[in-house]
């Protein structure tokens, strides 16, 4: 985690895009950390406190637009063709259509739920999500995640790695929570009769 940190810390805001457009993408970058570390170089005036928050933004921006197109352009294409050979092609439209209806959803909260976040954007393009959509609840999602991690480590100061401890404390019973709500739902219209 140091290594990613001095990243952030040497290349400012151009490490932080990069590092939350991969971080995003499913690369195993520790995404609330760097933000909350950006908020406090934004403490310490190495940073720019609305430019950390924007730049953070774009970064987490790219990373799930790049996400959500390679799940359009590759994995609807990849499950239509297969779907069909090992019968699973109406359980597929099935999915497709809980996705439709609660994906956005899982989009949005999806940023606050580590190995979800990751998921979110590829299954909105396999369920092939209109970009508009997708775009409201991605990107609104997105500000709202960045906003609060950068602003965290803005306001905690010198005591910014508190993020750390409790993100990880609360975060992943809320998230556990979460996924299973959606599994349970999702799971539930896989077995409806048509």
Known sequence: MNSFLSFVAEYSYLGIFLALGLGIMGLPIPDETLMAFAGFMAFQGRLYYPSAVLVAFVGTSCGITIGYL?????????????????????KLHKAEKWYSRYGKFALFIGYFIPGVRHFTAIFAGIALMPYRVFAVFAYGGGLLWTLTFVSLGYFLG????????????????????????LLFNLLKTLRRPK
Do not use: D, M, Q
């Open 70 to 90: 390679l799940g359009k352009a590759y994995g609807h294409p990849f499950l239509e063709k297969y779907s069909a050979r090992v019968h699973i092609k109406r």
């Open 158 to 181: 010198k005591k910014w790695e508190l993020v750390l401890t409790y993100s990880h404390k609360y975060t992943v019973p809320f998230a556990v929570l979460i996924t299973l709500l």
